[in-house]
């Protein structure tokens, strides 16, 4: 089984989703459609579309092929975490890091269905938030965990392994994996890393300080990030974009390398090199 799973916002009218399907059905794979994002709005999925959900079927497939932007990747890897089903992004979104193939590509997608291709594997980060000394929310991340202020400027501090990093007063603090050196992290000012390499980085938001600089970690470290001396101050955790999670004053967000990976497939189009030197020039 191969699950297409599209963006109808971007996909318009399932278009590029339909060429998918018939080059599978035409080549002897079995298909289904799992479309993402598309909630109640039943309006901007065709009546004549047949549809599954994506978590009853998960487990039985050999690939998921996903149309739509890194957002979309990101939201189909949330909803398979624990699976190590491989996953082919074709971007239609503006950057798409994340994606091998673009709609100009769809017919390699053939090719992926019979295995022609390379896996790679992206660290994900396990996140929880202690309150109290207990555990109020656990995540995966495939991307990042962001705490970030409600329009206010806030104290983050920061420590690796329980010795101090880094204090400042800011925007707010990302911690991101290689996968999402180049979203979010990139544009306050983080490194780029190449996505297979087993790190985290923290990178402040508009940091108050000049000193405040990004930090690359090794696999094995702990990050634990505190906002601080909130008060009448809010402050949110959000991870992978999703919907935010207020914070309360000592909360502590504490992040490390998950056991779970998300396996990416690598069609050999082009080294994560020249795509960032396309994408970013």
């Given amino acids: 089984m191969i699950a297409i799973c599209p963006n109808p916002f971007r996909d318009a009218e399932l278009k590029l989703t339909r060429q998918a399907v018939k080059l599978l059905n035409d080549a002897g794979f079995k298909t289904a459609v799992c479309p993402v ?144 050196s180049t979203g979010y992290s990139m544009s306050a000012g983080g490194p780029i890393v190449e996505p297979e390499a087993d790190a985290m980085i923290l990178s402040p938001i508009c940091a108050h300080m000049m000193s405040a600089r990004s930090f690359v970690l090794g696999p094995g470290r702990r990050i634990s990030v505190k906002a601080e001396k909130l008060h009448g101050r809010k402050a949110y955790l959000s991870v992978d974009g999703n919907p935010v999670l207020d914070l309360s004053n000592g909360d502590m967000l504490l992040a490390e390398r998950s056991e779970h990976c998300t396996l990416m497939v690598d069609m050999g189009r082009k080294s994560f090199y020249e795509l960032a030197f396309e994408k970013l020039t």
Avoid at 86 to 106: H, R, S, Y
Avoid at 142 to 154: P, Q, R, S, W
């Fill in 37 to 180: 994002f598309a909630g109640e709005n039943d309006r901007v999925i065709p009546d004549n579309i047949e549809t599954e959900r994506l978590g009853d079927i998960a487990r039985d497939c050999s690939l998921i092929i996903i149309i739509g932007g890194d957002g979309t990747i990101l939201a189909v890897s949330r909803q398979i975490k624990g699976l190590e089903v491989p996953l082919l992004g074709v971007n239609l979104g503006t950057k798409g890091f994340m994606a091998a193939l673009e709609p100009e590509d769809i017919g390699l997608i053939v090719k992926a269905a019979r295995g022609e291709y390379k896996i790679s594997r992206r660290t994900m980060l396990d996140v929880s938030l202690i309150r109290d000394g207990k555990a109020v929310y656990t995540d995966y991340a495939l991307n990042d965990a962001v705490v970030h202020g409600y329009g206010d400027c806030v104290k983050i501090s920061a420590w690796c392994d329980g010795e101090r990093m880094t204090s400042f007063s800011g925007d707010g603090v990302i911690i991101s994996t290689a996968t999402g």
